[in-house]
T-cell receptor
């Protein structure tokens, strides 16, 4: 079942912060985050494997609440290059290494 | 490294025609996937493969077929093309060695239009 992402779209000014949420109705083994720019392929950001785990690099981080089957992506001090569509992909327990993607969140960062 | 290579990048088909989208990866990944992406709908899994000779259906397999005779290649066949198959198709591969699916490496995509 497709995970639900919120918000569907967000507009920021450079330097502002944003949070993108991903929620699933099934028990999860992992959550992935990808960013896609218009006309390009999705690019991997990070995988979260354990409950409560938080990972990140640079000013982008994420958390994974295994009990609530939810993940959040945090973008801090946004840069123009952060613009794009963000997708979460969820892997259910026993799903044989299949990722199910949400519909995406369109993030626009303006100067 | 070429990574994941898809051909063709663009194609226009007439209703009822058939074609094959090619996908090759040079990372020796066992897992390969085909997704389709429609505007506002995210990526939908069509078929996937966990190794040569092993394939399985994803969420939206109807109208498609796959084969996996080698580790490198995972072609997607469209039989009797329909307008509903107009989409952007992405091939991806991964190495699940560390647990879970592992990072997906995507090809650049193939934009297919059925008229």
């Amino acid at each position: 079942q497709q995970p639900v992402q919120s918000p569907q779209a967000v507009i920021l000014r450079e330097g502002e912060d944003a949070v993108i949420n991903c929620s699933s109705s099934k028990a999860l083994y992992s959550v992935h985050w990808y960013r896609q720019k218009h006309g390009e392929a999705p690019i991997f950001l990070m995988i979260l494997l354990k409950g409560g785990e938080q990972k990140g690099h640079d000013k982008i981080s994420a958390s994974f609440n295994e009990k609530k089957q939810q993940s959040s992506l945090y973008l801090t001090a946004s840069q123009l290059s952060y613009s794009g569509t963000y997708f979460c992909g969820t892997e259910g327990r026993g799903s044989n290494y299949k990722l199910t993607f949400g519909k995406g969140t369109l993030l626009t960062v303006n100067p | 490294n070429a990574g994941v290579t898809q051909t063709p990048k663009f194609r226009i088909l007439k209703i009822g025609q058939s074609m094959t989208l090619q996908c090759t990866q040079d990372m020796n990944h066992n897992y390969m996937y085909w997704y389709r992406q429609d505007p506002g709908m995210g990526l939908k899994l069509i078929y996937y493969s966990v190794g040569a000779g092993i394939t399985d259906k994803g969420e939206v397999p109807n109208g498609y077929n796959v084969s996996r005779s080698t580790t490198e290649d995972f072609p997607l066949r469209l039989e009797l093309a329909a307008p509903s198959q107009t989409s952007v198709y992405f091939c991806a591969s991964s190495d699940p060695g560390t647990g879970g699916t592992g990072e997906l490496f995507f090809g650049e995509g193939s934009r297919l239009t059925v008229l």
